[in-house]
């Protein structure tokens, strides 16, 4: 056979073989994503509603990626669990419980504290994430507010429906001259800001998220006096079957992260300090 007979026969055994190879590597690769897809797929997806404005709880990082520490266990849990993937959406957490009831919503996740009435419909993990540490908060050139007595005839801001509301509410019964409770949906930005531009007096508040403010926003506020509330807080979940699985893989989930000294991590991380223990 001729030389250049041979090369040419070569040449195309060569071609053949590199087509081969190549869509035998296409094919893996086309597997290998397949599989992932089919993986990711494979996991459960549950909508998480949380406020995305409460920092260092939930909040947006300056990369527009929403973060802290209620928003971080969760991810831990779908981490460490792969059946499971969460989906957040931020809305205010009286709006997430209306979510829950219409199907909407699976889990509310911010700083959730147990309540009576809506445990009738509302499963509540049994770990605790952290315990609130709830002082007063007012401007910083006030001197006039310490305790709660000092609260009398006063304006303060309070969420609609949380443990120390309902807590400043029974005082007010036998308090004279009365407080002027302001309610708010929006958490601790509308409490901050009517304190500090002098149309509330005070507002209670997470020490932590006091901090917070004057460290990362400069805001003229203050934490003053004793800690007036230290509630546990949980994670809300809608109520089906399904559901308490899920909870309960949680519940699973966070004491290992106990035991393992995950949570107390991230509590040092966003809080400043160890909240996973009940505070004074």
Same mark, same amino acid.
């Given at each position: 056979?001729?030389?250049?007979?041979?090369?040419? %026969?070569a040449?195309?055994?060569? /071609?053949?073989a590199s @087509? %081969?190879?190549?869509? !035998?590597?296409?094919? *893996?690769?086309d597997? =290998?994503? +397949?599989?992932?897809?089919?993986?990711a797929g494979?996991?459960?997806?549950?909508?998480v509603a949380?406020? !995305?404005?409460?920092?260092p709880f939930?909040?947006?990082?300056?990369?527009n990626?929403?973060?802290g520490?209620?928003?971080?266990?969760?991810?831990?849990?779908?981490?460490?669990?792969?059946?499971?993937?969460?989906?957040f959406?931020?809305?205010?957490?009286?709006?997430g419980? @209306? #979510?829950?009831? +219409? !199907?909407?919503?699976?889990?509310?996740?911010?700083? %959730?504290?147990?309540?009576?009435?809506? /445990?009738?419909?509302?499963?509540?993990?049994?770990?605790?994430?952290?315990?609130?540490a709830r002082?007063?908060?007012?401007?910083? *050139?006030?001197?006039?507010?310490n =305790?709660?007595? &000092?609260?009398? #005839?006063?304006?303060?801001?309070?969420?609609?429906? +949380?443990?120390?509301t309902?807590?400043l509410?029974?005082?007010?019964?036998?308090? &004279?001259?009365?407080?002027?409770?302001?309610?708010t *949906?929006? !958490?601790f930005?509308?409490g901050?800001?009517? @304190?500090?531009t002098?149309?509330?007096? /005070?507002?209670?508040?997470y020490?932590? +998220?006091?901090t917070?403010?004057?460290?990362? $926003? #400069?805001?003229p506020i203050?934490?003053?006096g004793p @800690?007036i509330? =230290?509630?546990?807080?949980?994670?809300?979940?809608?109520?089906?079957?399904?559901?308490?699985?899920?909870a309960?893989? %949680? *519940?699973?989930?966070?004491?290992?992260?106990? /035991? &393992? #000294?995950? $949570?107390?991590?991230?509590s040092e991380?966003?809080?400043?300090?160890?909240?996973?223990?009940?505070?004074?």
């Open positions: 056979m001729q030389l250049k007979s041979i090369l040419k %026969i040449a195309t055994v060569i /071609a053949a @087509v %081969i190879t190549l869509a !035998g590597c296409g094919g *893996d690769k597997a =290998s994503a +397949s599989a992932a897809k089919s993986q494979s996991a459960k997806t549950y909508v949380t406020r !995305g404005t409460f920092r939930t909040y947006m990082d300056d990369k990626n929403l973060t520490y209620d928003v971080e266990i969760l991810k831990e849990v779908e981490k460490r669990n792969p059946g499971i993937h969460f989906e959406k931020t809305m205010a957490p009286s709006a419980f @209306v #979510g829950m009831e +219409s !199907g909407q919503v699976d889990i509310v996740a911010n700083q %959730i504290t147990y309540n009576e009435e809506r /445990a009738a419909k509302t499963i509540y993990t049994k770990e605790v994430n952290n315990y609130t002082k007063l908060a007012v401007r910083n *050139d006030r001197n006039d507010i =305790s709660l007595e &000092d609260l009398k #005839g006063k304006k303060v801001v309070t969420t609609t429906n +949380s443990e120390v309902r807590q509410q029974k005082l007010n019964e036998t308090m &004279d001259p009365k407080m002027d409770l302001i309610y *949906d929006k !958490g930005t509308e901050a800001n009517l @304190v500090v002098g149309r509330a007096d /005070a507002t209670p508040q020490e932590v +998220s006091i917070d403010a004057v460290k990362t $926003l #400069g805001l203050k934490a003053v @800690v509330a =230290s509630d546990p807080t949980y994670f809300a979940l809608r109520k089906n079957e399904d559901h308490q699985k899920l309960n893989t %949680i *519940d699973k989930t966070l004491k290992d992260m106990k /035991a &393992d #000294g995950t $949570l107390k991590k991230l991380e966003f809080l400043g300090k160890d909240y996973t223990v009940p505070q004074q």
